[in-house]
């Protein structure tokens, strides 16, 4: 019989920023179907995440974000269906996000093959209650802000995986909609145009002796504007402790510990330490 599994993280971050618009998360190899919808239908069972991100902690106004994420495998349509729920704040913008994806899945090579892809629907919303500043309250320039806008949007990948390793290409964003966030004086349309993201990721699970399974990962992302690195390195002993430290090159250093509570349900906490100019203020 197949089982329902949870996995649940908690992921507290103290900084972490480059110039993009998707969520990023230290935690990336807990949450593959988050980046690549090509692990949609992917396992035998329901896995179901959770996972909530604080930076810059002790700021007023931080940033957060949490993100639920279903992988439904269904043996009749080859594959699987996928829900994912995120909501983001940064400033005075929220973001909130709701996707429903399709994933079909193939044996080739003594491993598996996953295409997918996920049909995003973003509502972003700015309000001047919270966004205008005394010196800008009567600016006549700064007229129709405050209204929510809509959005769709594609996200399509491809995920490999074979009995100890793994490796993917992906992208968001394909369509790069816009967000009408208001107007501005004489009737103009405020917007802010979507940017099409990449990313690579690849794993592999070594065993070591005495119950240890080594779980290097890494994750290339890039709008082709910026593009970063995060190097990650986990241990899980005898399945139920985790540990590991991830490095986000030019950012943060971070570190990660967890514990398998059930056969089916796992609790993951990391923590950022920043390493770019921000840390002179954290």
């Not at 002790?58 to 992988?71: L, M």
């Not at 080859?78 to 399709?102: E, K, M, P, R, W």
């Amino acid at each position: 019989m197949k089982k329902n599994r949870l996995a649940l993280f908690a992921i507290l971050c103290s900084s972490a920023l480059w110039g993009q618009q998707d969520v990023q998360f230290t935690q990336f190899a807990n949450n593959k179907i988050f980046y690549n919808p090509g692990v949609i239908g992917s396992g035998d069972a329901i896995c179901l995440s959770a996972a909530h991100r604080s930076q810059w902690v002790g700021f007023d106004n931080a940033p957060t974000t949490q993100n639920f994420s279903a992988n439904i495998p269904i043996s009749f349509l080859h594959g699987g269906l996928s829900v994912n729920v995120s909501n983001d704040i940064i400033g005075y913008f929220q973001d909130i996000t709701a996707g429903v994806g399709y994933g079909y899945q193939m044996d080739l090579a003594g491993g598996v093959l996953g295409f997918g892809i996920r049909a995003d629907f973003r509502n972003k919303n700015i309000t001047t209650g919270v966004w205008a500043p005394p010196q800008t309250m009567n600016d006549p320039s700064l007229v129709g802000f405050g209204n929510s806008s809509m959005a769709t949007d594609l996200s399509f990948g491809a995920y490999y995986r074979a009995d100890n390793w793994y490796t993917g290409l992906s992208s968001t964003r394909l369509l790069e909609t816009k967000d009408l966030i208001g107007t501005v004086s004489g009737g103009s349309l405020a917007q802010i145009r979507g940017q099409r993201h990449y990313y690579w990721m690849g794993g592999y699970d070594l065993d070591l002796e005495n119950g240890f399974v080594l779980q290097p990962a890494i994750m290339v992302k890039s709008d082709l504007v910026t593009t970063q690195l995060d190097l990650n390195v986990a241990a899980m002993y005898n399945n139920q402790l985790y540990g590991g430290v991830t490095y986000r090159v030019n950012d943060a250093f971070a570190v990660m510990a967890g514990y398998q509570l059930t056969k089916d349900l796992r609790a993951t906490y990391s923590y950022d330490i920043t390493t770019s100019s921000l840390s002179n203020s954290s």
